[in-house]
T-cell receptor, first 110, second 117 residues
Framework: RKEVEQDPGPFNVPEGATVAFNCTYS??????FFWYRQDCRKEPKLLMS???SGNEDGRFTAQLNRASQYISLLIRDSKLSDSATYLC???????????FGAGTRLAVHP | DGGITQSPKYLFRKEGQNVTLSCEQN?????MYWYRQDPGQGLRLIYY???????QKGDIAEGYSVSREKKESFPLTVTSAQKNPTAFYLC????????????????FGPGTRLTVL
């Protein structure tokens, strides 16, 4: 079983749609969680950290469910520029070793 | 501008050659990391360093070597012992080196694409 699992997609949605991604992690000792965005053939860029209380940044909302060991990302009012691969990340017990999921691909069309 | 730089952007290696990938950061971060990414797979950790003159093996260290003589620099050597080196190599850094909550978000350089001829 992979330590961080994501649906690879692709999720094909029209502009303006709301889309949600889930991700599960296997290590109950994980303490830090993140969502990264990766454009084709580019480096991953930090989208947002995920806190226990949930957090929101504009059109993006992240949630953490420790009991079920999953993380979610909600994107509202999708833009064409949101098309990318979204990587779910959990720390491996300690704080400095991060485990990356393989990513969920999002394609937003006009 | 503060950031992480990697060079070269593209690198071609012949069979049996060792090659070194450069990674430099001017963010004053303590920790640095090397990952490789293969198509359709997540990032896999090769080596990481929490402080200068110290580094640890990641999940796929065989066939690779690193050094951390300066805080700003963490070069990766891909040796001839690495049988399948063609991949996208990413270097990252984070503020905090030793274990502790917070400040462990990792920031990435632009990557080096290595191809074996």
């Amino acid at each position: 079983r992979k330590e961080v699992e994501q649906d690879p997609g692709p999720f094909n949605v029209p502009e303006g749609a709301t889309v949600a991604f889930n991700c599960t992690y296997s290590n109950s000792a994980s303490q830090s969680f993140f969502w990264y965005r990766q454009d084709c053939r580019k480096e991953p860029k930090l989208l947002m950290s995920v806190y226990s209380s949930g957090n929101e940044d504009g059109r993006f909302t992240a949630q953490l469910n420790r009991a079920s060991q999953y993380i979610s990302l909600l994107i509202r009012d999708s833009k064409l520029s949101d098309s990318a691969t979204y990587l779910c990340v959990a720390s491996s017990g300690g704080y400095n070793k991060l485990i990356f999921g393989a990513g969920t691909r999002l394609a937003v069309h006009p | 501008d503060g950031g992480i730089t990697q060079s070269p952007k593209y690198l071609f290696r012949k069979e049996g050659q060792n090659v070194t990938l450069s990674c430099e950061q001017n963010l004053n971060h303590d920790a640095m990391y090397w990952y490789r990414q293969d198509p359709g797979q997540g990032l896999r950790l090769i080596y990481y360093s929490q402080i200068v003159n110290d580094f640890q093996k990641g999940d796929i260290a065989e066939g690779y070597s690193v050094s951390r003589e300066k805080k700003e620099s963490f070069p990766l050597t891909v040796t001839s012992a690495q049988k399948n080196p063609t991949a996208f190599y990413l270097c990252a850094s984070s503020i905090r080196g030793l274990a502790g909550a917070g400040d462990n978000e990792q920031f990435f350089g632009p990557g080096t694409r290595l191809t074996v001829l």
